[in-house]
């Protein structure tokens, strides 16, 4: 008897010298948690280096993979991890066998991503020229500099242009990901990836990245409870006055506390959240759109309509229809 056909999603997970292990790990993870209704997994992730050989990482051990270059032209999305130091961060070029391998890829429209200075890669081979990208923004400067034609913007967490993702460091990563997730297969199965590898479901990718901010003291007050209860209520009507009174702050420290915290304002930041709640019930019921509405806060179907359009590009209806195929 043949075996069963793979049509799994193909992740292939390119290390360079001194690359970044959490943000291979960030991508194997995320990648191999997303599962189905029926707990299958939806993509099969290969970690490769230029020639299946042992590369050393930032963290000072060897990453010893099971795959070379091959595993690029066998992928669906490529995702070249960051990587500290190497020519492309220092010099603006790529080693040719690289550059050719993924510029080959590139071309068959294969999606490629990148996380943290992964972009520096991506840049190198000339993908990013004209095209809107991110990278960590502690390399804004240098990235400018070397690659001068593409609209690099550090402040965001990740940037999604169709075939070519990138994203900021670290933990963006994990956005960019969980975005991906969800592209492919929706926000509910997006949100159980997120439950399993203990993340945040959802962080827009517009939201600033931490930029030299200063974290709240550990013994100070925090407006996480805050957020937490608001998520509770989304349905509700809650104006500032109220949300600092939950937080046991007058207005003005809530106000500067939560912008310290979350990288935008309250009412910014509340109906982010009401948008990804429209988002998921859209995908995952059957409700009506006057129900949906009420239901993530927005009260009406028209205001709704109105900031879906304005955050997505489509109607209710629309995004409905295109995601419930999807799922």
Request: glycine share 8%.
């Amino acid at each position: 008897m043949a075996a069963p056909l793979d049509t799994r999603h193909r992740v292939a997970v390119l290390a360079l010298e001194d690359a970044v292990p959490f943000d291979i790990g960030t991508a194997t993870q995320v990648f191999r948690t997303a599962r189905d209704s029926d707990d299958r997994r939806l993509y099969a992730v290969q970690v490769c280096t230029p020639d299946g050989a042992p590369v050393r990482t930032s963290a000072g051990f060897e990453l010893r993979p099971e795959h070379g270059l091959e595993a690029l032209h066998a992928a669906d999305t490529v995702v070249v991890a960051g990587v500290h130091g190497g020519p492309a961060m220092y010099e603006g070029t790529l080693e040719p066998k690289i550059a050719e391998a993924l510029r080959e890829v590139a071309a068959t429209g294969t999606r490629l991503m990148s996380i943290c200075t992964g972009a520096f890669v991506l840049a190198a081979i000339g993908i990013l020229d004209g095209r809107p990208a991110t990278t960590h923004w502690a390399h804004a400067a240098r990235f400018r500099q070397l690659y001068p034609r593409v609209r690099l913007d550090p402040d965001v967490l990740f940037v999604d242009d169709g075939d070519v993702l990138t994203s900021a460091g670290i933990g963006a990563g994990i956005d960019l990901c969980l975005h991906v997730v969800r592209r492919d297969h929706g926000s509910e199965i997006a949100n159980q990836t997120a439950r399993r590898c203990v993340v945040p479901p959802w962080r827009d990718g517009g939201q600033s990245q931490y930029i030299e901010r200063p974290l709240p003291s550990v013994t100070g007050a925090t407006t996480e409870p805050t957020r937490r209860w608001l998520l509770e209520r989304l349905d509700e009507r809650l104006d500032l006055a109220e949300m600092a009174a939950h937080a046991r702050m007058s207005v003005r420290s809530f106000t500067r506390r939560f912008r310290d915290e979350t990288g935008m304002s309250p009412g910014t930041w509340l109906l982010r959240q009401r948008v990804e709640r429209a988002r998921h019930l859209l995908e995952a019921t059957d409700l009506p759109i006057d129900r949906v509405a009420r239901d993530a806060g927005f009260g009406t179907a028209a205001s709704m309509r109105q900031h879906l359009r304005e955050a997505l590009g489509v109607a209710p209806l629309a995004y409905r229809r295109t995601f419930r195929g999807t799922t």
